[in-house]
């Protein structure tokens, strides 16, 4: 008796866990998978109540068309948004001239995040060179209808939203995104 009910237990658990990892898996896609915007072609909403610009004057998504432009949504104490930013900052780097924009939006989680020296300090610990606009009001991140640290979101020439990934991963999928919309003209 004591074997059955030791082996229906284990069963429960490991159907209880696989259940758990089906939602978990299921669920990814919509927290941290890659896809095209829900409204494709939308044209990206502009810069709004930024705080201040850190490493650029003012920016607007206006004046960057004809480049690409990825909007990193972040906060210098997010150990997910940490992970992500070599690979951000290799982007940087090695698409920069060929027409890709890097801007980071710094939405705080925490109040002491607002703080601008805080992300001034954060820049020179992570080596951000790019241009970061301090969003501690939420504006932007509230017209992008953003929910998730960190965010991508890659604008296209035109000023489109082409491709969005949330969370970490998808390196290798969202580098492609970014140099086939490099690619076209």
Same mark, same amino acid.
């Given at each position: 008796? &004591?074997? /059955?009910?030791?082996?229906?237990?284990?069963?429960?658990?490991?159907?209880?866990?696989?259940?758990?990892?089906?939602?978990? *898996?299921?669920? &990814?896609?919509?927290?941290? %998978?890659?896809?095209?915007?829900?409204?494709?072609?939308?044209?990206?909403? *502009?810069?709004?109540? !930024?705080? @201040?610009?850190?490493? /650029? +004057?003012?920016?607007?998504?206006?004046?960057?068309?004809?480049?690409?432009?990825?909007? +990193?949504?972040? =906060?210098?104490?997010?150990?997910?948004? !940490?992970?992500?930013?070599?690979?951000?900052? /290799?982007?940087?780097? @090695?698409?920069? +001239? $060929?027409?890709?924009?890097? !801007? %980071?939006?710094? =939405?705080? *989680?925490?109040?002491? *995040?607002?703080?601008? +020296?805080?992300?001034?300090?954060?820049?020179?610990?992570?080596? !951000?060179?790019?241009?970061?606009?301090?969003?501690?009001?939420?504006? =932007?991140? /509230?017209?992008?209808?953003?929910?998730?640290?960190?965010?991508?979101?890659?604008?296209?020439?035109?000023?489109?939203?082409?491709?969005?990934?949330?969370?970490?991963?998808?390196?290798? $999928?969202?580098?492609?995104?970014?140099?086939?919309?490099?690619?076209?003209?």
């Amino acid at each position: 008796m &004591r074997s /059955s009910l030791r082996t229906v237990a284990l069963f429960a658990a490991v159907a209880g866990v696989a259940t758990v990892a089906a939602v978990a *898996e299921s669920s &990814r896609g919509a927290i941290a %998978g890659s896809h095209k915007t829900s409204q494709p072609d939308a044209i990206a909403p *502009e810069f709004t109540g !930024i705080d @201040k610009w850190l490493n /650029s +004057d003012p920016l607007t998504l206006q004046q960057l068309r004809g480049k690409v432009v990825l909007v +990193d949504f972040w =906060t210098y104490t997010c150990s997910n948004c !940490i992970n992500t930013l070599p690979h951000v900052k /290799s982007w940087n780097q @090695k698409y920069k +001239d $060929q027409g890709l924009v890097v !801007i %980071g939006v710094h =939405t705080p *989680e925490y109040p002491f *995040e607002r703080s601008t +020296d805080n992300v001034r300090t954060a820049l020179k610990r992570f080596d !951000i060179t790019y241009p970061v606009a301090q969003d501690n009001q939420y504006a =932007t991140w /509230s017209a992008y209808n953003n929910q998730y640290w960190p965010a991508i979101y890659l604008i296209d020439k035109n000023g489109q939203v082409a491709y969005t990934h949330f969370g970490e991963g998808h390196y290798a $999928q969202t580098e492609a995104a970014l140099t086939a919309l490099l690619a076209q003209n």
